[in-house]
């Protein structure tokens, strides 16, 4: 498979910061956009997005960084860079969101610095899923009394 990019054109980046903000916050995280995270190196880093949750005894972080409409000869680098400041920053949870078609071996480093690579199709089905269902109106059910006569 080629690397290609969509068919729909240039990504609306605020969009989809949005989608994927609000689902993190439906599911408990706190989200904060251009988190700026002192590294171990003494290096500052600023991520696209920094979603925390406490679960009472775990304290649950990830970044997430956004590549959209970068172009296909560039995510490999963005990969590469984002796994090492994430690394840096002691952040293990890593998700990169893409805009593009990849091929084998992007996939593979990401794999092998461990950062999850969500498409957009991805971030629409979760942002379905996770909308809010309205409540189920129960249906009026024929009250039938029998009497010892039927």
């Given at each position: 498979?080629?690397m290609q990019r969509n068919?729909?054109?240039p990504?609306n980046?605020?969009e989809?910061?949005?989608?994927?903000?609000?689902?993190l916050?439906?599911?408990?995280?706190h989200?904060?956009?251009?988190a700026k995270?002192i590294g171990?190196?003494?290096v500052?880093?600023v991520?696209?997005?920094?979603?925390?949750?406490?679960?009472?005894?775990?304290?649950?972080?990830?970044?997430?960084?956004?590549a959209?409409n970068?172009g296909?000869?560039l995510?490999g680098?963005i990969?590469?860079?984002f796994?090492?400041?994430?690394?840096?920053a002691g952040?293990?949870q890593?998700?990169?969101?893409?805009?593009?078609?990849?091929?084998r071996?992007v996939?593979d480093?990401?794999r092998?610095k461990?950062?999850r690579?969500?498409?957009l199709?991805?971030i629409?089905?979760?942002t379905k899923?996770?909308a809010?269902e309205p409540?189920?109106?129960?249906a009026?059910?024929?009250l039938?009394?029998?009497?010892?006569?039927?």
């Open positions: 498979m080629s068919d729909t054109g990504t980046r605020l989809i910061e949005d989608k994927v903000a609000n689902y916050q439906l599911e408990g995280y989200v904060t956009k251009s995270i171990q190196s003494g500052g880093h991520f696209d997005m920094l979603a925390e949750a406490d679960d009472y005894l775990i304290h649950n972080t990830i970044v997430i960084s956004f959209l970068s296909k000869d995510l680098s990969i590469f860079n796994s090492n400041q994430a690394y840096d952040i293990n890593r998700i990169l969101v893409i805009d593009e078609e990849i091929d071996k996939k480093l990401a092998q461990r950062v690579l969500i498409d199709k991805q629409e089905s979760l899923s996770s809010p409540p189920a109106v129960p009026k059910e024929k039938v009394i029998e009497t010892k006569e039927q």
